[in-house]
């Protein structure tokens, strides 16, 4: 999809509503939907300004996208009538993924670090994923033995996570979710989130709540996250109040596998056939498949649980990591014979994050199989996010209608 054609949609318009509103002809209009051509600058710049201005319905809020990755935070928020007014997200292969499943009427900011506050859109919901970062001690003790006061712009000066908060303190959105990696809470001996939380708590004044979830109940896989949500003003929002599904009673992998019975069509270069069958450039190399045997070997003689992770369509896999695209350890599917076991395909991957939503309506995946699995390895899981965004909707949509009504009576008076 051309830039052109997303801010089109994102309009609202139709190509030949879009031919008179421009002012060229249908060809020209054809031409830059399909990339044959560059649209004209003053193009561009109208789109973005309809898309921008165009009517939202009653109970949608808007929401940021910050360290996006390939979109898993905003599919959550979409799915309860959210609009994305801001992406960032530095890296060009997830920008890549990210473009090609979600319509943006806007560009994608690059390094966080680089983009004033007020360069940001308003907003009434932040998202971020930011990535786990031990903070420096130098500042602080200095500042505590002349007996300074110092707070985040200290503490977190250096990290992705200073920028998270700098973006809150500017625009006050009525509301924030954040996820982490689980061990967040213990990271740097626990002093990292004390941090974060005295934060958003004691200087940003955000009422806060967090809870580590576990994904199995959604999808078959051990995956636990922290997501911290918070609210500007205060209210009953609280995570032990999310029905979590039972863990123990979720999706097993043969949910996610290709069936290779036929059952499913053919799609390059995951599966091929009339069966189709998983490719052979999945199977682990006999000298690959020795090593991890014996890596194995090696660490359970010591006592320890290192090794490979074995797995077969009865069964809940282990956490899905960035590094699967080096040998697929965490995660190797069994096959018939004395065939090898094999690495899981990208659609598998994309099944086993629940970014997939029907086969007719599969999550595109653009880039090489070793993107493909950093992307899916870095990502969150999106019914998991799906269940959160729901649950914090009624404080969203309340509180945007509360502030659309003042916004009347200010016009009014």
């Known amino acids: 999809m051309t830039e052109f054609s997303r801010l089109r949609k994102a309009a609202g318009l139709t190509i030949a509503e879009a031919t008179q509103?421009?002012?060229?002809?249908?060809?020209?209009?054809?031409?830059?939907?399909?990339g044959e051509g560059t649209p004209r600058r003053a193009a561009v710049l109208y789109l973005r300004r309809a898309a921008a201005d165009r009517p939202r319905s009653e109970g949608r809020f808007s929401?940021?996208?910050?360290?996006?990755?390939?979109?898993?935070?905003?599919?959550?928020?979409?799915?309860?009538?959210?609009?994305?007014?801001?992406?960032?997200?530095?890296d060009k292969y997830c920008v890549k993924t990210y473009l090609?499943?979600?319509?943006?009427?806007?560009?994608?900011?690059?390094?966080?670090r680089a983009i004033p506050a007020n360069a940001i859109p308003t907003h009434d919901v932040m998202l971020a994923g930011f990535p786990c970062q031990p903070?420096?001690?130098?500042?602080?003790?200095?500042?505590?033995?002349?007996?300074?006061?110092?707070?985040?712009?200290?503490?977190?000066?250096?990290?992705?996570?200073?920028?998270?908060?700098?973006?809150?303190?500017?625009?006050?959105?009525?509301?924030?979710?954040?996820?982490?990696?689980?061990n967040l809470v213990s990271h740097d001996r626990g002093r990292t989130f004390r941090v974060i939380r005295s934060a958003l708590e004691n200087e940003l004044g955000y009422q806060v709540d967090c809870r580590v979830i576990d994904a199995k109940g959604f999808v078959p896989q051990h995956r636990e996250r922290i997501f911290i949500a918070g609210f500007r003003e205060p209210n009953g929002f609280d995570f032990d109040d999310v029905a979590v599904p039972d863990s123990a009673a979720g999706p097993r992998l043969g949910s996610i596998l290709h069936p290779e019975d036929g059952s499913e069509a053919p799609e390059e270069p995951f599966t091929r056939g009339p069966t189709a069958n998983v490719s052979s450039k999945y199977t682990l190399s006999d000298h690959l498949w020795r090593y991890l045997q014996g890596y194995a070997r090696k660490h359970r003689a010591r006592g320890n649980g290192f090794g490979?992770?074995?797995?077969?369509?009865?069964?809940?896999?282990r956490t899905l990591s960035a590094r699967y695209f080096k040998d697929g350890s965490e995660i190797l599917v069994r096959q018939g014979g004395r065939r090898n076991p094999r690495r899981l395909t990208p659609r598998e991957c994309a099944r086993l994050?629940?970014?997939d939503v029907t086969d007719d309506k599969r999550f595109k995946i653009p880039v090489s199989d070793t993107q493909a699995y950093k992307q899916f390895g870095n990502a969150v899981v999106v019914p998991v996010v799906e269940m959160i965004a729901r649950h914090m909707r009624p404080w969203l949509t309340e509180a945007v209608a509360e502030s659309r009504d003042d916004e009347k009576v200010l016009v009014r008076a």
């Open 63 to 90: 929401f940021i996208d910050l360290f996006a990755g390939i979109g898993g935070l905003r599919r959550g928020f979409e799915a309860i009538g959210g609009k994305c007014v801001f992406t960032s997200e530095w």
């Open 100 to 112: 090609a499943n979600n319509v943006c009427d806007h560009e994608i900011a690059g390094d966080i």
């Open 353 to 355: 994050m629940g970014f």
């Open 135 to 182: 903070f420096s001690l130098a500042g602080v003790s200095k500042k505590n033995a002349l007996g300074q006061r110092h707070g985040f712009h200290c503490d977190a000066q250096g990290t992705l996570f200073f920028d998270v908060a700098r973006i809150l303190e500017h625009h006050r959105p009525k509301a924030f979710l954040l996820e982490n990696v689980k």
């Open 308 to 317: 490979y992770g074995l797995v077969g369509k009865d069964d809940v896999a």
């Open 21 to 34: 509103a421009l002012g060229y002809c249908e060809r020209t209009i054809y031409r830059w939907e399909t």
